[in-house]
């Protein structure tokens, strides 16, 4: 996904998808390339964690059967 940085307020981006214009986010500055100004723009990627969901699952699981163990 591309987004156009539309403006920097103190610590924060917002952006507008390139794609779809109604889609406006907000970021920490801090997560965007360093050198980023307003009117760049810079591509937005998301990926699923699966290893990481199946750790946190566990966990949580291990934390549920302990809690049903001291009733």
């Known amino acids: ?10 610590t924060i981006a917002v952006l507008i998808a390139t ?4 889609v406006r986010f907000t970021l920490p500055l801090s997560l965007l390339p360093a050198g980023c100004r307003e009117g760049d723009i810079v591509m937005i ?10 750790a946190a699952r566990e966990r949580v699981s291990g934390k549920i059967e302990n ?4 009733e």
């Open 1 to 10: 996904m591309r987004a156009t940085i539309d403006r920097i307020e103190g």
């Open 19 to 22: 794609e779809d214009e109604s």
């Open 45 to 54: 990627g998301i990926e699923r964690d699966i290893e990481a969901t199946r």
């Open 67 to 70: 809690l049903k163990h001291r």
